[in-house]
């Protein structure tokens, strides 16, 4: 990238985010800035300035591969599962202190682009574990995570250490070993699970979030607890090209608390890590206690790079909150996806499917998505 280019992302981040200075450091690295402003931006520009960063990133990074320093590290760093904090990694090799300080300021710019009101290192580098080894100053290439939806992305463009671009196959990942700058979709599911949940409490909307490993799962002669566990479950479509790995598949569990008014509870299931992959984790998915009504609805969703987590935020809260005052039984789940961001020009969480008026009878679950999204059968249990 030019450097008239980098200046250009980091400009349009100031301005989504509030402003920068004119000094020279300002235009150095991106400084961080109040976020209210932010909701004002369109989001093609959040994910424009989201790209910026990480494009400066994967080719500063491709640029300084010839030191045998920042090779070593990163070989050391990303042996086991393939991943690291970027900030971290850089900040640990002498000579390259000034990239690491572009990061950790793109990392709190990209927070509030992405409507995260925590703190936590998303910006990191992967790659492929089996090629870890293979990392050298010629034959590596480093790319950046595009923001655009996956599903309008056909390829993507990677870097050499000489400067040079590689067009590669969004849908076929090549032989040579790929450094991948993109942003740590674990922490951002938490960082996201976070801030939705505290936007729904401040709509009145209550709720618990849990993962796989919250509860213990065996039964008990005292048990009082009735819910309905995951018996078996196969994600058909994760919607992750190759460049991003696994996806993160969560659930909102939608309908109406003991108090009359809308509930959504988040559970997060790790554990789908491949699609077409058939897994049986016992998890709690309903909590029966929870709810008054005798069924509920479920909707699955895929974290993903989203630049705009307010919209997504609207569309939980419009969605659920028709509820309120119902009695009995009414369909949650078409009213939030109805209200979901169109995902088009931005990579937004993708909605996976959604599953209708469940009750404690309901094993084989009726789920809509054509093709199918998520096949799902439950069990019924006593905790």
Known sequence: MKKTAVYAALALA???IGGVSNSPAA????TPAPAPQAADASA??????LDGFKRHLAEEVARRLGDRRLRDALIHELAGDGEADL?????????????AAYARDA????????????EGALLQIRIDPQSVERISAGGTL???????????????????????????????????????????????????????????????IGGTDRSAADEPQTSNSLATRPVSTVFRIVNRDDHEPWYKGGPEIYAW?????????????????????????????????????????TSVDVVFMEHDDNSDLSGLIRAVVDGVLTVAGYEKYVPVADKIVAALP?????????????????NRQTTDVHCAAIPSGMSLVLAFHWL
């Not at 235009?27 to 991106?30: E, L, Y």
């Not at 093609?44 to 300035?49: H, Q």
């Open 14 to 16: 100031a301005t989504l």
């Open 27 to 30: 235009t150095a690295a991106p």
């Open 44 to 49: 093609a520009a959040r994910a424009d300035a």
């Open 87 to 99: 900030a971290a990694l850089l900040g640990s090799v002498p000579g390259t202190q000034d990239l």
């Open 107 to 118: 990392n709190s710019q990209i927070l509030k682009l992405k409507g995260i009101e925590a």
């Open 142 to 204: 480093v790319m950046a995570t595009p923001s655009g939806d996956e599903k309008t992305v056909r390829t993507v463009v990677a870097y050499g250490s000489n400067g040079r671009t590689q067009e590669l196959d969004a849908f076929r990942a090549p032989q040579r070993p790929v450094l991948i700058v993109g942003l740590d979709e674990h922490k951002s599911a938490e960082l996201a699970q976070q801030t939705i949940r505290r936007y729904l409490t401040e709509a009145g």
């Open 253 to 293: 569990v939608a309908g109406a608390g003991l108090d009359g008014k809308a509930r959504v509870d988040q559970v997060e299931m790790p554990y789908i890590t491949k699609e077409g992959t058939v897994y049986s984790p016992g998890q709690s998915l309903i909590e029966w206690s929870n709810f008054s009504w």
């Open 342 to 358: 169109s995902g088009w020009t931005k990579d937004d969480d993708d909605w996976v499917d959604s599953c209708y008026n469940i």
